[in-house]
């Protein structure tokens, strides 16, 4: 089944995860993990789903947002991606189509079609630095107190892979592992940094990948309705009544706190010198055999 996971340290930051298969989940993954995921294996794929999947903090709002507008035609915000982590396969089933469904769990977990081919995949990838500055800031504002600490205690769990999810680096090896193994091609990855600096051509790769045309003007509305500003400012002002109940669930916050400041570099005014050089050296390690690049500012 799963284990419940305390850590803690002498310095007060404590973390609650459960376990299963020598990996971290988050604590709402309904029941014990063991069911759920073999629940989702037999899921019914269609043929017109999107599954964004992505370690946490990483631009899984962000994509699903393009993703729902490339999908529907439809400019308008529609709020937040249905996950397969936290919800019941029956409760997914009943989603009217398209459904847009998300994940931050890795793709040996994904419903066995998806693995066989149906359905479009995007999976956003970011870089560790400015993926665990803003993982930090959101646990910080949940209700659910899975993790509390300071930000250096964070930053510790985090290089140790004891956190939520799991190790970045684990994470970003098994999709690495697939883009060499799988034979499907329904799989498009996205890298946020890459987003940031031309979202037009990206959301323009999107829409071919998921087999859509549209004129010149929609992708560009979609694309100025997606900068980060606009996106905060103009689009979170239309969050739905249901999905404002959900945002009370698990936050005080009066929005949901997803989006903070969605800016690749934001990291250097929260690490030290100190635990910039030992991510550094940790980074060098991990990713040694590793061809994949990021950009950090």
Not at 51 to 80: C, D, E, Q
Not at 152 to 166: A, T
Not at 275 to 283: K, T
């Amino acid at each position: 089944m799963c284990e419940w996971v305390e850590e803690s340290d002498s310095e007060g930051t404590y973390l609650k995860t459960k376990k299963y298969e020598g990996k971290l989940y988050v604590s709402i993954i309904p029941g014990n993990i063991k069911d759920h995921l073999e629940s989702l294996q037999q899921l019914e794929v269609r043929e017109d789903d999107t599954f964004i999947l992505s370690y946490p903090k990483s631009g899984t709002h962000w994509v699903f947002t393009i993703a729902s507008m490339l999908r529907t035609g439809n400019s308008a915000y529609i709020g937040s991606p249905h996950f397969l982590d936290y919800n019941d396969v029956d409760y997914l089933n009943k989603l009217p189509s398209p459904r847009l469904l998300a994940s931050h769990m890795t793709f040996d977990r994904l419903p066995l079609q998806v693995r066989e081919g149906k359905g479009k995949v995007f999976v956003v990838s970011r870089n560790p630095k400015d993926v665990a500055v803003s993982l930090y800031t959101f646990l910080m504002k949940l209700k659910t107190k899975d993790f509390s600490g300071s930000w250096e205690g964070f930053l510790r769990f985090y290089m140790e892979g004891k956190i939520v999810y799991g190790s970045w680096f684990d994470t970003l090896f098994d999709w690495e592992k697939i883009k060499t193994t799988y034979k499907g091609d329904n799989i498009m990855y996205l890298v946020y940094e890459e987003m940031k600096q031309d979202l037009l051509s990206e959301i323009n790769k999107m829409a071919t990948f998921l087999g859509v045309e549209y004129d010149k003007s929609f992708l560009e509305e979609v694309t100025e309705r997606n900068q980060f500003k606009t996106m905060v400012k103009t689009i979170i002002e239309e969050i739905k009544p249901q999905d404002q109940q959900f945002i009370h669930k698990v936050s005080d916050e009066k929005k949901l706190p997803i989006y903070r400041k969605g800016e690749v570099g934001d990291w250097k005014n929260h690490f030290t010198v100190a635990q910039n050089e030992a991510f550094d050296r940790l980074y060098q390690e991990q990713m040694r055999d590793c061809k994949c690049t990021f950009r950090f500012d």
